[in-house]
T-cell receptor, first 110, second 114 residues
Framework: TQLLEQSPQFLSIQEGENLTVYCNSS?????LQWYRQEPGEGPVLLVTVVTGGEVKKLKRLTFQFGDARKDSSLHITAAQPGDTGLYLC??????????FGGGTRLMVKP | EAGVAQSPRYKIIEKRQSVAFWCNPISGHATLYWYQQILGQGPKLLIQFQNNGVVDDSQLPKDRFSAERLKGVDSTLKIQPAKLEDSAVYLCASSLNPGWVGYTFGSGTRLTVV
């Protein structure tokens, strides 16, 4: 069973601060996805990274895939209250089955 | 395009009762997934369908859970009988094909077993 560990589990910061969320595994994934989930809703895909070392930017969010395709990070610059939510990483193996991490619950206070 | 539709949104049942959830994926999406998300955890895959065939159900508790996808479109997930530990959000997701990077999730059904 492939496991994805996310850290930290909880993060509470003030508006304007920067933060980084980590997603680590001992397994290699063909791709890794980041989702954001708000209360009462399903996860919404933010980005997919496929190539080792790949960096993708989505406005104030920067996603990086590790060189060995075993880990990833999400960095948010100048966090805003609207960024509050549960951030999930999910690895896709060759069998095309997504394995999710436990999530990082982010709260950004105004 | 319309999203993944799920119903009901909420369900409260007593333990040992039965319950069924329904999912209508995005039109044309061949692959359909059911995930269980317990409060405070990430989603866990229960079953994956490709059209109307099961691709992976290794994590489905088959003594009480069953799922079907007749005609390769809509799907139902059933729990019979329910246990307290089945309280969770049941998420349905679909994708164009197994190799497609990125799933679209429905809003889920929140099940409370009392």
């Amino acid at each position: 069973t492939q496991l994805l560990e996310q850290s930290p589990q909880f993060l509470s910061i003030q508006e304007g601060e920067n933060l980084t969320v980590y997603c680590n595994s001992s397994s290699v994934f063909s791709s890794l996805q980041w989702y954001r989930q708000e209360p009462g809703e399903g996860p919404v895909l933010l980005v997919t990274v496929v190539t080792g070392g790949e960096v993708k930017k989505l406005k104030r969010l920067t996603f990086q895939f590790g060189d060995a395709r075993k880990d990833s990070s999400l960095h948010i610059t100048a966090a805003q209250p609207g960024d509050t939510g549960l951030y999930l990483c999910a690895g896709d193996n060759a069998g095309n089955m997504l394995t999710f991490g436990g999530g990082t619950r982010l709260m950004v206070k105004p | 395009e319309a999203g993944v539709a799920q119903s009901p949104r909420y369900k409260i049942i007593e333990k040992r009762q039965s319950v069924a959830f329904w999912c209508n994926p995005i039109s044309g999406h061949a692959t359909l997934y059911w995930y269980q998300q317990i409060l405070g955890q990430g989603p866990k895959l229960l079953i994956q369908f490709q059209n109307n065939g099961v691709v992976d159900d290794s994590q489905l508790p088959k003594d009480r859970f069953s799922a079907e996808r007749l005609k390769g479109v809509d799907s139902t997930l059933k729990i019979q009988p329910a246990k307290l530990e089945d309280s969770a959000v049941y998420l349905c997701a679909s994708s164009l094909n197994p190799g497609w990077v990125g799933y679209t999730f429905g809003s889920g059904t929140r099940l409370t077993v009392v």
